[in-house]
């Protein structure tokens, strides 16, 4: 079976598409800085997958290269060379990239330019990226497709564009066929059904869903709503909230896809095409868990917009992939996560 490196794969979406890949039966090198991260999930994941869990875990930094270089090497020794990278390492607030830029650039570019001459030095140039629908940027456009311009209002999603831009690069004009496939999502949400991982957010949560969650176990007192007079169902922002575990299967879709292919360059979005707006959520969040969440509506922050939510079609016919869980699965799971783990992996 193929060895896959996984940069970031501490983090909430890396951790969960791990076990998407030992339950497939990949042999796993995971590389994390645990910057924004526990390595506590490991052993979470080692629980999980008892007969499956074929995974190294090498902490470091993909900004230190030969830290990077060292990983490849040893794989190679190993015989278990890494065949292809899912590259989720990065950090992801989009206020506290406005607040540090230069520690975005420098932590998000650098790092994937390490990476990616790192991979070039080992033949190694299968890589799935994830990229993100902020890079859409303000759109009065409700369903977006991959077509609608890219310009992000943020300098997160600026290293997103560049990252992309990179590996355009290195398809059109490499001498060696890289295939690459960046990775859109809309808002990843929920947990995996166990309760054993999910998203733990480090300070209090920039996203909805763990913001609801701490709500509902009370580690703060109410949700702030902010703006409630857009153009939707009830005034509140309306987006597109995808099952994390979905999510965790469109990364092992993307790179089946892949290995099939000779040179490849394909942006993909995912999302699951349906809108919720935050109202909506806390709602379904209410009914299914059976609990209260309290809420104050507030103005607008400047920058948002009313509604985002993927056109996912071009995702649908080429991958061999589905979003499969409903709103009312990722309620059940997000709360099973939190209620075990009221504090995350601390605890
Ligand atoms: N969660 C979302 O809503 C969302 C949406 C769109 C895109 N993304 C992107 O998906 C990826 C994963 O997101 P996530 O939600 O799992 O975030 P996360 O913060 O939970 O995971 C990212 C992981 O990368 C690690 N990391 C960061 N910089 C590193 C470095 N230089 N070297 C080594 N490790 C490093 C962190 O410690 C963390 O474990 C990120 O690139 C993020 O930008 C996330």
């Known amino acids: 079976m193929k060895s896959i490196l996984v940069?970031?794969?501490?983090?909430?979406?890396?951790?969960?598409?791990?076990?998407?890949?030992?339950?497939?039966?990949?042999?796993?090198?995971?590389?994390?800085?645990?910057?924004?991260?526990?390595?506590?999930?490991?052993r979470k994941l080692k629980n999980l997958s008892i007969i499956n869990f074929k995974l190294k875990y090498l902490k470091g930094d993909l900004r230190d290269i030969s830290f990077l270089r060292r990983v490849f090497e040893e794989a190679k020794k190993c015989?278990?060379?890494?065949?292809?990278?899912?590259?989720f390492a990065g950090l992801k607030?989009?206020?506290?990239?406005?607040?540090?830029?230069?520690?975005?650039?420098?932590?998000?570019?650098?790092g994937s330019i390490n990476l990616f001459k790192i991979m070039e030095e080992f033949s190694c140039?299968?890589?799935v990226f994830s990229s993100s629908a902020c890079i859409y940027g303000l759109t009065n456009q409700t369903f977006i497709n991959e077509e609608c311009e890219v310009k992000p209002t943020n300098p997160y999603g600026q290293t997103k564009v560049t990252i992309e831009k990179i590996l355009k690069d290195l398809f059109v004009n490499?001498?060696?066929?890289?295939?690459?496939?960046?990775?859109?999502?809309?808002n990843p949400v929920g947990a995996h059904h166990s309760g054993e991982i999910g998203?733990?957010?480090?300070?209090?949560?920039?996203?909805?869903?763990?913001?609801?969650?701490?709500?509902?176990?009370?580690?703060?007192?109410?949700?702030?709503?902010?703006?409630?007079d857009w153009k939707t169902i009830d005034g509140t922002g309306v987006r597109d909230y995808i099952h994390i575990m979905d999510l965790a299967e469109a990364h092992l879709a993307a790179l089946e896809y892949l290995f099939d292919k000779k040179k490849n360059f394909l942006v993909l979005n995912i999302g699951t095409g349906i809108g919720t707006s935050v109202l909506e959520l806390v709602k379904?969040?209410?009914?299914?868990?059976?609990?209260k969440i309290p809420y104050k509506l507030k103005m607008r922050r400047t920058g948002d917009v009313g509604s985002v939510i993927a056109d996912n079609k071009k995702a649908l016919a080429i991958l061999n992939w589905s979003p499969k869980r409903?709103?009312?699965d990722i309620c059940k799971d997000g709360w099973n996560w939190q209620k075990n783990n009221p504090y995350g992996f601390q605890k």
């Open 199 to 228: 998203e733990d957010p480090i300070g209090v949560p920039n996203n909805l869903f763990p913001y609801i969650s701490q709500v509902a176990i009370k580690r703060r007192k109410e949700l702030d709503v902010f703006g409630s």
């Open 93 to 110: 607030s989009i206020s506290e990239s406005i607040r540090y830029p230069l520690e975005y650039w420098d932590n998000n570019v650098i």
């Open 125 to 127: 140039r299968t890589i």
């Open 326 to 328: 409903n709103l009312e």
């Open 284 to 291: 379904i969040f209410e009914k299914t868990n059976n609990c």
């Open 174 to 186: 490499s001498l060696s066929e890289w295939k690459i496939l960046c990775l859109r999502y809309f």
């Open 79 to 87: 015989n278990k060379p890494i065949s292809s990278v899912i590259h």
């Open 7 to 42: 940069t970031g794969g501490c983090g909430f979406i890396g951790s969960h598409t791990c076990l998407s890949l030992l339950e497939k039966g990949y042999y796993l090198f995971v590389v994390d800085s645990c910057v924004n991260s526990s390595d506590q999930v490991l």
